[in-house]
């Protein structure tokens, strides 16, 4: 179960803790009303967003971080580190988007138990391909969102996976309205299903590879 911030429907919160493994982002708002079960955190770790979560005394208690076992960081340091200069041209006042936080969230993760990963440039990339075929219109970054669960679908081919609170909205930024048109097209594949006030769909079980 990935669990964006967005709005959880109806009796999602129980279907959502009955999952196997759930996934939250950032400051966990979907903790609450969106369940409270919480394996993993997918962060981002770079630039503003980041050095507000490690500077928050209130980041590291929330009992959503403080129950994961593992912090994703969803932003390769790599990819990132070569999108700075290109930004300084395109978007001058986002000047500390590329600072990178990934040592800092792992040492978080060494003091506390927990296990740190890092999401790879590879699915990003592979993000940005799929993303380019429904020609959106000009952005910095895909979301964590679908970075995320570009990386579950990789990584757990066989895995029923279920997204929740997705609204795909949020910064101009990121590329919400073909985002939204990616996950429709995962969900038409049988890759993924929605949650919904009415409960999980049943789809098709075939599962085409994300990367070709």
């Given at each position: ?128 391909r799929a993303l380019a075929m429904l020609a959106p219109a ?74 070709s």
């Amino acid at each position: 179960m990935i669990v964006g911030n967005g709005e959880v429907g109806e009796g999602g919160a129980e279907i959502i803790d009955s999952a196997d493994f759930v996934i939250r982002f950032n400051d966990c708002r979907s903790f609450g009303l969106g369940g409270t079960r919480t394996d993993v955190v997918a962060v981002c770790n770079t630039g503003r967003p980041a050095k507000a979560m490690l500077g928050s005394g209130n980041w590291r208690a929330h009992p959503g971080i403080v129950d994961a076992s593992e912090i994703w960081s969803v932003r390769d340091p790599e990819k990132v580190a070569a999108m700075r200069a290109p930004l300084a041209v395109s978007h001058p006042e986002l000047d500390d988007f590329c600072d990178d936080y990934t040592q800092l969230f792992g040492d978080v993760c060494a003091g506390a138990g927990k296990l740190h990963r890092i999401v790879g440039q590879r699915i990003h990339d592979a993000i940005d391909r799929a993303l380019a075929m429904l020609a959106p219109a000009p952005y910095v970054v895909p979301s964590s969102g679908i970075i995320v669960i570009g990386e579950v679908l990789d990584s757990c081919p066989n895995d029923h996976v279920v997204v929740a609170g997705f609204g795909h909205v949020g910064w101009e930024g990121h590329p919400f309205a073909a985002e939204k048109q990616l996950v429709d097209a995962f969900v038409k594949a049988g890759r993924l299903r929605r949650l919904s006030q009415h409960g999980v769909p049943s789809t098709a079980c075939e599962r085409p590879p994300l990367i070709s």
